[in-house]
DNA sequence: AGTTGCATGTAAGAGGTTACATGATTTC
DNA sequence: GAAATCATGTAACCTCTTACATGCAACT
């Protein structure tokens, strides 16, 4: 049992989901291909900690829809118990800045700009998220208690909308320092 | 030539490092263990874009020190302009956050006191990185120029300081809510 | 006396990506 | 007509971690 099956428990406890939505929606927290989920899920579904009814589709492949067993549930709520590990950040674009004393101020530039785009096309589409998880609840969102359900979406959603901004605010905060 | 090689390259052309010296310094940026770097070095020396001198030692072990070749120089800046890929991020704790609801209030909270407690800790270092990067510039941080080969420590500091504050932030606010 | 730091390296295994394979429907 | 979306799966390959191996000096 390695974190990602962990992950893939931990989206489990909400909503059932195939194989395919799993991989979809655990982009944000820990990435994955498709490759390395569909035989995590077989694994699990060995070790009783999900089960999956065969969904057939006329216009779309036929797909399993997973859901978590009562002995998965339990492994889970071990696991959150257990130590967590830090967080950890791969960012080719820092070890590149590094050495951008080697390059001229034009193309330091262009590669600011670019990356600036990339880190506001994220924003932008955590905004969507957050619009969508306001019209899921009922609540205003800050009144959201801890046990709602649409508790966690609230507070994950604010945590990459936090570092997405810190992100794109040191962009702009580089761009005028190249400007000058 | 992976990433991890591109960037022991770029450490390289500020100063000659002993592998053990590059594996400390890479890991803000790309977290790497020692068995896996001195392969590469071996590697980067073979294709000659690095080379060493054995440096004997007689209160430690003796150790070889790695500098940049015209090679490895032409390499670096090749990489440079080749399109960046965007950072990766693997975070355990934002994956149990998504199922927090399966806990009581209590252990929860205990895992974001724990959490804010590990980011201070980072937040600290990295303060300390920061006065190490001031006293070694004869120049005020701010008025640092581009070519200037103290401007990359001090631009990702202050990166590595505004990220560590969102998490903190979000860490401290996600307290708030717990408490009340 | 035991741990930490310095310093290098290899081997085995786990984790993760890319490519191959299939196939219908919808969108550009 | 080409690409993207849905949907599953396997195989080969690359990346990364853990463990093994050695040894001295400094600190607790």
């Known amino acids: 049992m390695n974190t990602l099956s962990y992950g893939l428990l931990s989206l489990l406890s909400k909503d059932s989901r ?40 006329s216009d779309k492949p036929d797909k399993k829809v997973y859901s978590l067993t009562e002995a998965g549930l339990k492994a889970l709520q071990e696991w959150i118990g257990l130590p967590t590990d830090p967080p950890v950040t791969r960012d080719e674009f820092a070890l590149k800045i590094y050495c951008i004393g080697l390059v001229n101020k034009e193309e330091a530039l262009k590669m600011l700009v670019e990356r600036a785009s990339y880190y506001k096309g994220k924003k932008e589409r ?55």
């Open 18 to 57: 195939t194989g395919y939505e799993l991989m979809q929606h655990i982009q944000p927290f820990w990435p994955a291909k498709h490759s390395q989920i569909y035989p995590l899920l077989a694994q699990l579904e060995q070790k009783g900690y999900v089960e999956f009814v065969h969904v057939v589709q």
């Open 126 to 180: 955590f905004m969507e998220s957050f619009e969508k998880v306001k019209g899921q609840s009922e609540k205003p969102l800050e009144e959201l208690e801890f046990h709602d359900p649409m508790f966690a979406n609230y507070v994950l959603v604010k945590k990459a909308m936090l570092k997405v901004d810190a992100d794109l605010h040191w962009c702009e905060w580089m761009r005028s320092k190249l400007k000058s």
